[in-house]
C-alpha cells in the first residue's frame, strides 16, 4: 500500500510522479486493457520502473486506485437512475451513459464485466449495481415502458455488445458504435411511436472490409 492510500501524506515530487503514473495507467488501460504491465505504464509515463513500483507494489493495487471511483461512478449513476420519476427514461439514460463509458473505456470494461481483476475494494462497489440495476429494470416495466422479457442480467451483455461494437470499428470510425447502441436501445421498449435518428452512418462496404481485416476476436 503506498503514503496516499494509508493516510501519509507524499512528498510534492512523490505525489506528481503518483498521478504521471495514474494518468498513464488510465490512457493505456482505456487503450488497450488491463493485461498492460507496470513497465508499460512506467515507460509511457517516462518513469523509471523502480518509481512506480515505489507507489504501486503491483499492478493490482495500481487497478484499484485507478478503477475504484469509476466503478462508484457507475454505482452511483444506476442509484440515482432508480429514483428518477420517469422509470422508462431512467433506464434508457442510464444504459447509453454506462454504454458510452465502457465503450471508451477498455479497461473499466474488463473491470465491470470480469472477475479477472477483482480488487477487493472494487468488487465491494461492484456489490452495489446489481440491487440498483434489478430496480431500474422493475420499475421500467411496471411503468409499462420496458419489454417484459427483459433482464437484469441482460444488462451486461448490452454493455458487451457495445464495446465489441467499438472495438470492431475502432479502425474504420471510432464513433461507430453510437449507430448501434441506439438500434439496440430502441428494441427495449414495449413501443416507439417513431425510431430515434440514428448518430452515425453505417460503415461502408470497403470500411466494413477493413474493420474485418483488422478486427481480433479475444482469443478464449
Not at 429514483?83 to 474488463?110: K, N, V
Amino acid at each position: 500500500m503506498d503514503a496516499a492510500t494509508s493516510g501519509r501524506p507524499l512528498r510534492r515530487d512523490a505525489e506528481r510522479n503518483r498521478r504521471r503514473t495514474l494518468h498513464a495507467a488510465e490512457e493505456l488501460f482505456a487503450r488497450h486493457g488491463l493485461d498492460v504491465t507496470l513497465d508499460d505504464v512506467a515507460r509511457h509515463a517516462g518513469l523509471g520502473v523502480g518509481t512506480v513500483y515505489r507507489r504501486f507494489a503491483n499492478k493490482e493495487e495500481l487497478i484499484e486506485a485507478l478503477f475504484e471511483e469509476k466503478v462508484a461512478a457507475l454505482a452511483g449513476l444506476a442509484e440515482r437512475a432508480a429514483a428518477a420519476p420517469d422509470p422508462g427514461a431512467a433506464l434508457i439514460d442510464f444504459l447509453t451513459e454506462a454504454c458510452t463509458r465502457h465503450a471508451l473505456d477498455h479497461g473499466l470494461r474488463e473491470i465491470s464485466l470480469s472477475n479477472r481483476y477483482a480488487p477487493a475494494r472494487i468488487a465491494v462497489v461492484k456489490e452495489r449495481l446489481v440491487p440498483a440495476i434489478r430496480t431500474l429494470v422493475a420499475r421500467a416495466q411496471s411503468a409499462g415502458a420496458l419489454r417484459a422479457d427483459f433482464t437484469a442480467e441482460d444488462v451486461p451483455v448490452v454493455l458487451l455488445m457495445v464495446g465489441a461494437a467499438a472495438d470492431f470499428g475502432q479502425q474504420a470510425d471510432p464513433q461507430a458504435w453510437r449507430r448501434y447502441l441506439v438500434l439496440l436501445l430502441d428494441g427495449l421498449p414495449v413501443t416507439r411511436r417513431c425510431a430515434t435518428a440514428l448518430p452515425r452512418p453505417s460503415l461502408t462496404e470497403e470500411e466494413l472490409a477493413a474493420a474485418t481485416a483488422r478486427f481480433s476476436p479475444p482469443r478464449r
